[in-house]
């Protein structure tokens, strides 16, 4: 059983920073692309960013592009969306999706992911 626990949520101010991390347990995490989707109040489920299981690849919505770095460290089973100059529109709850994958491959959309982790809450403030 795959099991994701996202943490690093919090309050912020508007042009400061936060680490999201997403903890994957349960089975080999070198074999899973990760994305990073968000839901803020009152609106869709929407993508973020993605990482290709050995992370060598990455996507980037158009929204958080220059401001947010998705990474993994493998030997920790871990991946981190690194959130900088955040805005308040950035508020929202913040999930970890994995997909089985051995192709490299990123995915954007949601319905491609197997496993959820819960979410971590971001608040930003003006």
């Known amino acids: 059983q795959v099991q994701l626990v996202e943490s690093g949520g919090g309050l912020v101010q508007a042009g400061g920073s936060l680490r999201l991390s997403c903890a994957l347990s349960?089975?080999?995490?070198?074999?899973?692309?990760i994305g990073w989707f968000r839901q803020a109040p009152g609106k869709e489920r929407e993508f973020v960013a993605a990482?290709?299981?050995?992370?060598?690849?990455?996507y980037y919505a158009h929204f958080v592009k220059g401001r947010f770095t998705i990474s993994r460290d493998n030997a920790k089973n871990t991946v981190y969306l690194q959130t900088n100059s955040l805005k308040p529109e950035d508020t929202a709850v913040y999930y970890c999706?994995?997909?089985?994958?051995?192709?490299?491959?990123?995915?954007?959309?949601?319905?491609?992911?197997?496993?959820w982790g819960q979410g971590t809450q971001v608040t930003v403030s003006s």
């Open positions: 999706a994995a997909k089985t994958s051995e192709t490299g491959t990123y995915y954007l959309n949601s319905y491609s992911y197997d496993y």
């Open positions: 349960g089975r080999t995490f070198s074999s899973y692309a």
């Open positions: 990482i290709s299981s050995r992370g060598g690849s990455t």
